[in-house]
């Protein structure tokens, strides 16, 4: 089986977009509002696929999280299944780094062993920055892991 577009499209190109346009308001949208607006985002993302494509938000959750000397919002995905779906994305506001950024911890196979394994992804500008190897598709250690990045 190969990447779900529903997954990738949501997690790689509309909420990524959005995310490097407005992290700011992103940032300070009260969360359980911001929360149910994903949500549709997620489900409209999935209604320009054929039927059989789409996938349930069911796992979709955020919350904010300090980083630096602000805080970003961290976005829990549907499971992640095929490389390069995205386990989890991190919007990280200007407060943090003076422009807007946008991490993932994406699905991935080691060439060598075969065996699953994650890398650690950004996006800048519409282009796909690799970072390497990811952490364990653990909340707490992509958002140390992106934190180690930006220090």
Do not use: C, K
Request: proline content about 8%; cysteine-free.
């Amino acid at each position: 089986m190969s990447t779900r577009q529903h997954h990738y499209q949501f997690a790689h190109v509309v909420f990524r977009s959005i995310a490097l346009r407005n992290a700011a308001g992103m940032l300070a949208a009260p969360l359980d509002e911001f929360t149910a607006r994903t949500t549709n985002l997620w489900i409209g993302v999935g209604n320009r696929l054929p039927e059989e494509q789409r996938l349930s938000a069911e796992g979709l959750a955020m919350n904010h999280v300090p980083l630096g000397a602000g805080s970003g919002l961290l976005v829990r995905l549907p499971p992640a299944l095929f490389p390069p779906e995205a386990h989890f994305a991190l919007v990280v506001g200007p407060d943090v780094v003076g422009e807007p950024r946008y991490f993932v911890l994406e699905e991935s196979l080691d060439v060598m062993t075969r065996q699953r394994t994650t890398v650690l992804g950004a996006w800048d500008e519409g282009t796909h920055l690799n970072l390497g190897p990811g952490p364990a598709a653990d909340p707490d250690a992509f958002v140390s892991a992106v934190a180690a990045r930006l220090a």
